[in-house]
């Protein structure tokens, strides 16, 4: 019997967990980083978030209402290796193996990344991912993890969003680490992420176990026809698309002439090997498409931004093209034929300003116009034949939206900030209900 699709939602620890010094956990990036005055809108705090640490239970019984049955988390790097390298703290990794228990118990699938963006901070004194040695020490921490796990745990995403995590924390400085570093040194910081990848998939592998990686993709679409615009679409399409996608698919980076780069600095002999074929699935994350214009002067990139005419837009302001995702799902298709593994929407979602109404109720009609929207999109591409084999939601419950604090709400799930009281918006019925429906046919 194949297995069945994947019906889930997605989370990350930083975002929903709090709890940062329980239980032998040690400081991660973002705790510091998140406390510069200025780094977080409003001066938010991630110290509490959902308070998911203590209220985890109450999040799987949500989780079960809806019907999923899988479901996306991070392991926060800092609980299970709290100094980054060297002893594993056993408590970190009982919180994650009760949580991977009560899953299985409600038949839901856990899957978890193993990096979703808070390094140990210990690593980030020691040079972070501009060290080598930070790509070992990953591989070491997935080892310990999935030698905790792996009996139960069959499938592993590696990193989220590695072109994310590298130019919004090395390059423009807005997420943890807050450096910002030029364009070849960024390109090292790339290589080790995926020399992280590469290294620890080989440990995930030996023991058996499935390994994803997840990007983020947005298709690119030049604003005009002029050689200019095109020239930039090019350009950030073959870092947004490529960068994190051709080394693992094809053994080798794309052509980054565009950033005056020739060789990506602190590739060593193997390295590629390691990299080349190291992913039997590749996860989505999908959001909204790009419009890439000329840059602007002096600005020292190869594109600059337009705008999506004719879309409606999220709170955040990304505006809301589902075919997007078709398109996206099309160009990977296109772009890597038969080297392409399967795929699984590891992210879709939107922030709305959501209103709680006296009667409890929270009427999000343009959240489940965007989800609904995707999903047709995900079965259109399965009917044109695309190997799609999940979709996941972001997210369960409204939480830390990163640099933007408590602002964007993405959830299924209302979080009264005050009192941690979790109210399902209507988006969770109705994607309840479709989870509910496909099931249905699907066992039919
Ligand atoms: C990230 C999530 C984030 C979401 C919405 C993705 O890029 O993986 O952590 O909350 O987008 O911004």
């Given at each position: 019997m194949s297995s069945p699709f994947l019906w889930g939602v997605a989370s990350s620890a930083f975002q929903i967990e709090g709890a940062l010094d329980e239980d032998g956990r040690g400081p991660s990036v973002w705790d510091v980083f998140s406390e510069r005055p200025g780094a977080v809108r409003d001066g938010h705090s991630p110290a509490l978030a959902c308070d998911h640490y203590h209220r985890w239970a109450e999040d799987v019984e949500l989780l079960d209402r809806l019907g999923v049955n899988a479901y996306r988390f991070s392991l926060a790097w800092p609980r299970v290796v709290p100094t980054g390298r060297g002893a594993v703290n056993g408590a970190g990794l009982d919180f994650y193996d009760h949580l991977v228990d009560s899953l299985l118990a409600r038949g839901i699938a856990p899957v978890p990344t193993l990096f979703h963006w808070d390094l140990p901070l210990a690593l980030e004194e020691a040079g972070g991912w501009s060290e080598r040695d930070t790509a070992h020490a990953f591989a070491e921490y997935a080892a310990a993890a999935a030698d905790r796990l792996g009996d139960r745990v069959d499938r592993w995403i590696t990193l989220n969003e590695p072109l994310v995590h590298t130019t919004?924390?090395?390059?423009?400085?807005?997420?943890?680490?807050g450096r910002i570093l030029e364009v070849p040194e960024v390109m090292r910081v790339a290589h080790h992420m995926l020399l992280a990848h590469g290294l620890a998939a080989g440990e995930l592998r030996s023991r058996g176990l499935e390994v994803l990686l997840t990007n983020n993709y947005s298709p690119v679409s030049p604003a005009t026809g002029s050689e200019a615009d095109t020239a930039a679409a090019h350009a950030y399409d073959t870092l947004h698309n490529r960068l994190f996608t051709d080394p693992v698919l094809t053994g080798a980076y794309p052509d980054l002439s565009a950033f005056g780069v020739a060789e990506v600095p602190g590739v060593r002999e193997g390295d590629l090997k390691a990299v080349a074929g190291s992913a039997d699935g590749l996860g989505i994350n999908y959001y909204n498409p790009t419009v890439a214009t000329a840059p602007d002067e002096g600005s020292g990139l190869p594109f600059g931004f337009g705008e999506v005419a004719g879309a409606p837009v999220t709170a955040f302001g990304w505006p809301v093209v589902p075919e997007g995702l078709g398109r996206t799902i099309d160009l990977l298709r296109g772009r890597h034929g038969d080297a392409l593994p399967p795929l699984y929407v590891t992210e879709n979602g939107c922030s709305y300003e959501d209103r709680v109404s006296p009667g409890g109720r929270i009427a999000d009609p343009e959240r489940i116009a965007y989800l609904e929207g995707h999903v047709a999109e995900v079965e259109a591409a399965r009917e044109r034949g695309a190997d799609v084999r999940g979709y996941f939601v972001w997210t369960l419950t409204d939480n830390f939206e990163w640099a933007e604090g408590y602002h964007q709400r993405f959830g299924l799930v209302h979080v009264d900030r005050a009192t941690q009281a979790r109210t399902p918006k209507d988006s969770f019925s109705w994607y309840r209900d479709l989870v509910a429906a496909r099931t249905a046919s699907a066992d039919a």
């Amino acid at each position: 019997m194949s297995s069945p699709f994947l019906w889930g939602v997605a989370s990350s620890a930083f975002q929903i967990e709090g709890a940062l010094d329980e239980d032998g956990r040690g400081p991660s990036v973002w705790d510091v980083f998140s406390e510069r005055p200025g780094a977080v809108r409003d001066g938010h705090s991630p110290a509490l978030a959902c308070d998911h640490y203590h209220r985890w239970a109450e999040d799987v019984e949500l989780l079960d209402r809806l019907g999923v049955n899988a479901y996306r988390f991070s392991l926060a790097w800092p609980r299970v290796v709290p100094t980054g390298r060297g002893a594993v703290n056993g408590a970190g990794l009982d919180f994650y193996d009760h949580l991977v228990d009560s899953l299985l118990a409600r038949g839901i699938a856990p899957v978890p990344t193993l990096f979703h963006w808070d390094l140990p901070l210990a690593l980030e004194e020691a040079g972070g991912w501009s060290e080598r040695d930070t790509a070992h020490a990953f591989a070491e921490y997935a080892a310990a993890a999935a030698d905790r796990l792996g009996d139960r745990v069959d499938r592993w995403i590696t990193l989220n969003e590695p072109l994310v995590h590298t130019t919004y924390g090395h390059a423009l400085g807005v997420h943890a680490p807050g450096r910002i570093l030029e364009v070849p040194e960024v390109m090292r910081v790339a290589h080790h992420m995926l020399l992280a990848h590469g290294l620890a998939a080989g440990e995930l592998r030996s023991r058996g176990l499935e390994v994803l990686l997840t990007n983020n993709y947005s298709p690119v679409s030049p604003a005009t026809g002029s050689e200019a615009d095109t020239a930039a679409a090019h350009a950030y399409d073959t870092l947004h698309n490529r960068l994190f996608t051709d080394p693992v698919l094809t053994g080798a980076y794309p052509d980054l002439s565009a950033f005056g780069v020739a060789e990506v600095p602190g590739v060593r002999e193997g390295d590629l090997k390691a990299v080349a074929g190291s992913a039997d699935g590749l996860g989505i994350n999908y959001y909204n498409p790009t419009v890439a214009t000329a840059p602007d002067e002096g600005s020292g990139l190869p594109f600059g931004f337009g705008e999506v005419a004719g879309a409606p837009v999220t709170a955040f302001g990304w505006p809301v093209v589902p075919e997007g995702l078709g398109r996206t799902i099309d160009l990977l298709r296109g772009r890597h034929g038969d080297a392409l593994p399967p795929l699984y929407v590891t992210e879709n979602g939107c922030s709305y300003e959501d209103r709680v109404s006296p009667g409890g109720r929270i009427a999000d009609p343009e959240r489940i116009a965007y989800l609904e929207g995707h999903v047709a999109e995900v079965e259109a591409a399965r009917e044109r034949g695309a190997d799609v084999r999940g979709y996941f939601v972001w997210t369960l419950t409204d939480n830390f939206e990163w640099a933007e604090g408590y602002h964007q709400r993405f959830g299924l799930v209302h979080v009264d900030r005050a009192t941690q009281a979790r109210t399902p918006k209507d988006s969770f019925s109705w994607y309840r209900d479709l989870v509910a429906a496909r099931t249905a046919s699907a066992d039919a």
